[in-house]
């Protein structure tokens, strides 16, 4: 008699019907990526920064530090050099376990809103809502109410002596003085309204609450100014927040790219004492800017006396920039001097410097193409080159009037060093006595003191962790603060990224990034490369210092699964290398960093056999998103998968600011026909501006790879239609591809951010390894929710 014969074939062919089977198939390492994850490392190592307070008219700064030995406060007074734990930590966990009758760990103390005031030796914080005052004279601890008895005073703008406060109610502006214990309020305007307010939300329809004020003080305390914005003629836009108990609408005001309403915006300034306020004569040209995005410091910039206020003035199309001083009095303005650059003037490192108030400024310009400082008088006439050479000045950190010396940071003049490390340099005003103050072959990221010439120096590269030390003037320095301690991670099988440098796909550029590779890496064996972008021009996406937290640091992660992940730069990236490099890609926002990206994988297979270049992935974020979309369908035989999210996919729906300045604006001129007052028939100029965009879905038909799309449907700023309308087109075209809409989620994340960097995972491990894997379950840790 036979045996009955088991099914096996059919079940066999049931399961690749559901499943793709690959013979070829890695297993990704998703055990490895979890150890690492940024929430891991970060627990492992701690802090890897000191972050001074320097407290007010001193050279002293207290700051706070997690190690291995727990989270410590130390105070540094730095012309002596001299470094102390700021108070006893066991003394005070004592105290706080008497007063809450329950144990505190001395090591991990969670003193929250912690503020030291040195005159009177103590300092405050809050535990569980209770508010406390230490007192370091006799390490005496003294409980203070609830934080629900006291009232919040964000709506209040104190001036800097304390006497007056500002703030808004119904969009118009009030002061009272800090001190009447009636609280009059004083109405200082009666013509602010929705979308035209001098309050920080000028969307508020609240009726009569006190809300915070657009009022920005003179050091004085004289006086104060109001950059005011008109909105009204400006089209809204719209978010709806589908997790509130009915679907709410946000609106917004968002003037998009050529589009003929822009804001409008004006200068008053105001006299607490008199009452009285003047509106600046700024008016010149059509869609002008009074300083604003992108510039730095908001490219309005004060002194200690309130006579004059100092403004940056732009054109529409980002080439033509204005020096203005006004009368905070009169409100005339005058145009110390004026420079034009093509194609836009680089805003983000335009910086005014004002030495004793008004007779000589330090101005930053590329006039010759790279990033210097310029020297001027009273008068707005040029005195001197202060700085010169083929490198870029960064932000001025301190000026010494006194000895005419200028504290600043530049990149790219150490020959033979990365030229995106920070460095910190002094130079006479005169431009003689340069110095280089940060030898060390390394990112130095510095904060400088208020008063003397003292300087904080995070130092570091992706393969050093930070070293933090106290600098003086002549760069010496005077106290080692503290070196990240990473043993713990190295214990676990951390290794360091690699830097590299390959060339441009001109054949003569450097582009420079880093390479992560799996923690338990095998020369011997083919990996998948993913790259990590970001097409800049203000940014590139790789690190050049230590981290182990936020999107550079990512890639640590993701090269787990079992990848090489490489960031690198490209033509236009950054502002860092000089202007040509800067400003390579204008006009071409789509298309500019595409070719770089692909010949920089291309080197890095021929350079290292462990690279399988037949298996590419592409990932990134906002303008990363973007990117990697439209490598994925300008080069289709070479890109195999892309994850994008926040993606600008269509600028022509992006903001106009980063949209007109980076890929150009078009002033347009047209004589029309109108009826004037006395039904006469006139013929008037009228200025209009054009300002088209290449779009990812105009390449929607090119898809062959994998494409996952995702966008958080309350992206206000990069607003969730870029991704829709690609798309849209994507399905116009046949094509299949994978889209996730996040909840409730900005531009950014948040709390959902551990669920897309498993989302990112498990898709390049399913397309690039053949891992595909039935768990439902992410299994986020709590520590990461």
Do not use: C
């Not at 059919?10 to 690492?36: D, H, M, T």
């Not at 009285?276 to 800017?289: F, I, P």
């Not at 301190?398 to 002094?426: C, M």
């Not at 239609?721 to 948040?750: E, Q, S, Y």
Request: net charge negative.
């Amino acid at each position: 008699m036979k045996k009955a014969t088991k099914t096996i074939v059919p079940v066999f062919l049931l399961w690749i019907g559901f499943f793709p089977l690959n013979i070829n198939a890695q297993k990704a390492n998703f055990e490895l990526a979890e150890r690492f994850t940024t929430q891991m490392m970060q627990k492992m190592v701690g802090s890897t920064t000191v972050n001074p307070r320097w407290i007010e008219d001193t050279d002293t700064f207290w700051y706070t530090y997690e190690s291995s030995e727990g989270k410590n406060w130390y105070f540094v007074d730095a012309p002596k050099g001299t470094q102390r734990l700021l108070f006893d930590q066991e003394e005070m966990a004592s105290q706080l376990s008497e007063t809450f009758s329950r144990s505190f760990n001395a090591k991990d103390l969670d003193l929250k809103d912690f503020e030291y005031d040195t005159d009177k030796n103590l300092f405050t914080f809050h535990v569980d809502s209770i508010n406390f005052t230490y007192n370091l004279n006799g390490n005496r601890l003294v409980k203070g109410d609830s934080l629900s008895e006291e009232k919040e005073e964000n709506w209040a703008t104190y001036s800097p002596d304390s006497t007056w406060i500002a703030f808004a109610k119904n969009h118009n502006l009030y002061v009272m003085k800090a001190d009447d214990p009636d609280s009059v309020e004083h109405q200082l305007t009666e013509n602010g309204e929705k979308w035209f307010s001098y309050q920080a939300n000028d969307s508020d329809t609240t009726s009569d609450k006190r809300l915070r004020s657009r009022a920005n003080w003179f050091e004085d305390s004289q006086k104060f100014w109001v950059k005011r914005q008109d909105k009204r003629k400006v089209p809204e836009l719209w978010v709806i927040n589908s997790l509130k108990k009915r679907p709410e609408l946000e609106t917004y005001k968002y003037p998009m790219p050529g589009e003929e309403e822009m804001y409008v915006d004006e200068i008053r300034v105001f006299n607490p004492q008199t009452k009285d306020n003047v509106l600046l004569d700024t008016d010149k040209w059509e869609d002008q800017a009074l300083g604003g995005a992108y510039f730095n410091r908001g490219g309005i910039f004060e002194t200690y006396r309130s006579d004059y206020l100092y403004i940056l003035r732009r054109d529409r199309m980002w080439q033509k920039i204005d020096v203005l001083k006004a009368n905070t009095s009169t409100g005339e303005t005058e145009v110390l001097f004026s420079e034009e650059s093509k194609p836009y003037f680089n805003t983000r490192f335009a910086r005014l410097a004002i030495i004793d108030e008004g007779k000589e400024y330090i101005w930053w310009s590329e006039r010759t193409g790279w990033g210097q400082l310029y020297r001027y008088d009273a008068e707005g006439n040029l005195k001197n080159r202060v700085t010169t050479g083929a490198f870029v000045v960064g932000d001025i950190e301190r000026i010494d009037t006194t000895a005419q010396t200028i504290y600043f940071t530049g990149y790219g003049r150490e020959k033979g060093q990365n030229p995106y490390y920070e460095n910190l340099y002094s130079v006479k005003f005169n431009g003689k006595s340069f110095k280089h103050l940060t030898p060390e072959d390394a990112n130095h990221a510095i904060n400088a003191s208020q008063e003397g010439n003292y300087f904080v120096d995070n130092y570091s590269r992706v393969d050093l962790p930070t070293i933090s030390v106290l600098r003086d003037g002549t760069g010496k320095i005077i106290t080692r603060l503290q070196e990240a301690n990473i043993s713990k991670m190295k214990e676990q099988g951390w290794q360091a990224p690699e830097s590299f440098k390959v060339k441009a796909a001109d054949g003569a550029t450097d582009i420079y990034g880093v390479m992560w590779k799996p923690f338990d890496f095998d020369s011997t064996k083919k990996y998948p490369i993913i790259s990590y972008v970001y097409p800049g021009p203000q940014v590139e996406p790789f690190p050049a210092n230590f981290t182990v937290s936020g999107s550079r640091a990512r890639p640590t992660t993701l090269a787990q699964v079992g990848f090489v992940v490489i960031a690198m730069g490209q033509r236009g990236g950054s502002p860092l290398r000089n202007k040509y490099y800067h400003n390579y890609g204008y006009g071409d926002m789509r298309d500019y960093p595409l070719a770089d990206n692909k010949y920089g994988i291309e080197q890095l297979a021929a350079r290292h056999s462990f690279i399988d270049a037949s298996r590419v992935g592409i990932y990134g974020h906002s303008g990363g998103g973007f990117m990697s979309t439209a490598a994925l369908l300008t080069y289709p035989e070479f890109y195999d998968v892309a994850v994008s999210s926040a993606g600008n996919h269509d600028n022509n729906v992006y903001n106009v600011w980063w949209s007109e300045v980076h890929n150009g604006v078009k002033e347009k001129r047209k004589t029309v026909t109108k009826m004037n007052e006395d039904s006469v028939e006139v013929k008037e100029e009228v200025i209009t501006f054009d300002a088209p965009i290449e779009t990812n879905a105009a390449l929607a038909k090119n898809l062959q790879g994998k494409l996952l799309l995702v966008h958080g449907d309350m992206d206000n700023n990069v607003h969730p239609a870029n991704t829709i309308r690609l798309a849209d087109a994507l399905i116009k075209a046949g094509k299949r591809f994978d889209m996730m809409i996040l909840p409730g989620r900005r531009h950014g994340f948040g709390p959902y951010q551990p669920y897309f960097n498993r989302m990112t995972w498990y898709y390049f491990a399913e397309h690039l390894l053949g891992d595909y894997r039935l768990n439902v379950d992410f299994n986020i840790p709590k520590s990461e929710d």
